[in-house]
């Protein structure tokens, strides 16, 4: 069984997020926040229905909160949500 997902999910989700995949980051402000000039984001928190990012754009700091399409069972759930909408961006961003 995976944890659930509690605020000290949270955070070593984001840590790990922000430190080795900020790239996915910015895309899900991208595609899934509709904020195409996105030059940076970082994961601030993540819960079962969704995740709140801090955006960068022309130097300006911007929340967004992305929705998930399902609310997540767990953080393990998390995991493959995550990367599939890092896939689903790519799709629709290329």
């Keep these: 069984m995976s944890d659930p ?7 070593r989700i ?7 995949h900020s790239n996915a980051i910015v ?9 195409s000039e996105t030059e940076a984001a970082k994961m601030e928190s993540i819960d079962p229905e ?3 990012l801090l955006a960068t754009i022309k130097g300006e700091t911007v929340p ?3 929705k998930f399409d399902h609310v997540l069972k767990d ?4 995991h493959h949500t995550l990367i599939d909408m ?6 629709s961003h290329s």
């Design 75 to 78: 953080s393990e759930d998390a």
């Design 27 to 35: 895309l899900y402000a991208k595609v899934f926040g509709n904020l």
């Design 86 to 91: 890092v896939k689903q961006a790519r799709t």
């Design 5 to 11: 997902i509690t605020p000290a999910i949270s955070d």
């Design 50 to 52: 969704g995740m709140n």
């Design 14 to 20: 984001c840590k790990h997020m922000n430190e080795d």
């Design 64 to 66: 967004l909160r992305v």
